[in-house]
């Protein structure tokens, strides 16, 4: 018999506390009217949204610059069978005011790809849900 307890809810700060702590999380996005999932480094802001470096070139800014997207971020051990899985939704927005870019070139994220005038995105923290999973302890 498994114990029902393998999977809690998060709440909204164990959610960012948790996100801080990994470098790389999946932005979920429509592409040409189909689902489009990319990889992406980030990092939270002080307002805790979530913040992405890349280049102008990017399909991606184009795609969601001013559209709801969703943010995942998860960490998983195998050999336990446990982690978590926290999901930020909101609307993601080109940073353009001059100050702000200024600090997040000092302060925000930095594209793990070389980049040439940089381009961040925000995607607010409207929504944020998260589970944890552990592993199920059997009883006889």
Known sequence: MFQNDAFRALDRPECLRLLAKVPVGRVVYTRQALPAVLPVNFALDTDASVLLCTSPDSGLVRAIDGVVVAFEADEFDTATRSGWSVVVTGRATEVT????????????????????????????????????????????
């Open 97 to 140: 005011d001059p100050a702000e870019r200024e600090r997040l070139s000092q302060a925000g994220p930095i594209s793990w790809m070389p980049l040439r005038d940089a381009v961040f995105v925000r995607i607010e923290s409207e929504m944020v849900t998260g589970r944890e999973l552990r592993a199920p302890l059997c009883t006889q």
